[in-house]
C-alpha cells in the first residue's frame, strides 16, 4: 500500500489553518502546518513534502516568495514541490502563479474544490 501524501499547509491564520490540515487529513493525506514562511523553509528542508498550500498574505516571507525561495533551491527535492496558492485578495493569484503555484484558490473555497485541486496537483507533478 503506497504511503499517504503529505502536504505542507502554511497560513499565519491558525482556525484556517486548522481547517485546512483537518481537511486535507480526513481525505487521508498527512497535513503538516506551518504557520510562516519561515517555518515552512525550515519544514520543507528537513523532510519535503510531496505538495504544499500557501497563503499569499503573512507576516515575513509571502507566500510568492515562498515558492520562489522552493524553486529557486539548490536542493532538487525542494525545486519540485508543487504549490497551491490561497488569497483573499484581488490581484494577489497572478503573484503566485508568476512564482511557479500551479494554481491558485480565492479564499474562502469550498473543501471540495480544495481536495479536487491538491488531486490534480499531485497527478501533475512539479511546475518548474
Known amino acids: 500500500m503506497a504511503q499517504p501524501k503529505r502536504i505542507l499547509v502554511v497560513d499565519d491564520n491558525l482556525p484556517l489553518r486548522v481547517l485546512l490540515t483537518q ?6 493525506y498527512v497535513a503538516i502546518a506551518a504557520e510562516s514562511g519561515e517555518e515552512a523553509m525550515a519544514v520543507a528542508r528537513f523532510d ?8 499569499q498574505h503573512m507576516p515575513g516571507m509571502s507566500g510568492a516568495e515562498l515558492i520562489r525561495a522552493l524553486r529557486g533551491s539548490t536542493d532538487d527535492r525542494l525545486r519540485s514541490i508543487p504549490a497551491i496558492g490561497l488569497t483573499g485578495y484581488e490581484g494577489a493569484a497572478g503573484d503566485l502563479l508568476d512564482a511557479g503555484a500551479v494554481l491558485s484558490l480565492q479564499k474562502p473555497c469550498r473543501e471540495a474544490t480544495l481536495l479536487e485541486s491538491v488531486r490534480n496537483a499531485l497527478a501533475d507533478g512539479p511546475k518548474n
Open 48 to 55: 519535503p513534502p510531496d505538495l504544499c498550500v500557501v497563503d
Open 23 to 28: 481537511a486535507l487529513e480526513e481525505a487521508g
